[in-house]
């Protein structure tokens, strides 16, 4: 049960980093219409997008390894393999500071959701 809930988990933040690569790829094309500090706050708000997918697919890939046997108990307990950069993962407030194209609003929250349902799933693992 818990391989399928994480396959199931992988596949959306997979579909996501497609989304957000296409959407990275339209919006590079259409900065140059927009003033220097909203550029900024669109490229500040994009990295974080980047950085949750990242976080997550690296939690989930370590998932994996645990599941397929090549992580021990121990080491999936250990910090390098839990989820990291709450700091910034976390932080939903900064995308409001400014209005950010839809597409890049439905897919901060579409991965702040997943960060924390993600991050919920960390926090058991290791109360376990």
């Not at 296409?22 to 706050?41: T, V």
């Not at 999936?76 to 709450?86: T, V």
Request: with cysteine.
């Amino acid at each position: 049960m818990a391989a399928l809930y994480l396959s199931r988990t992988y596949d959306e933040a997979f579909d996501l980093l497609i989304e957000a690569r296409g959407l990275a790829e339209r919006e590079y094309r259409r900065r140059h219409s927009k003033n220097f500090e909203d550029r900024m706050i669109q490229i500040r708000e994009s990295m974080r997008l980047t950085s949750r997918l990242a976080q997550i697919v690296a939690w989930l890939l370590a998932q994996k390894a645990y599941q397929a046997g090549e992580l021990s108990s121990t080491d999936i307990a250990a910090q390098e393999y839990r989820l990291a950069g709450e700091k910034i993962c976390l932080d939903w407030q900064a995308a409001h500071e400014t209005p950010l194209p839809p597409s890049l609003m439905s897919l901060l929250r579409r991965s702040y959701e997943l960060y924390c349902r993600v991050r919920r799933l960390d926090q058991q693992f290791v109360e376990n």
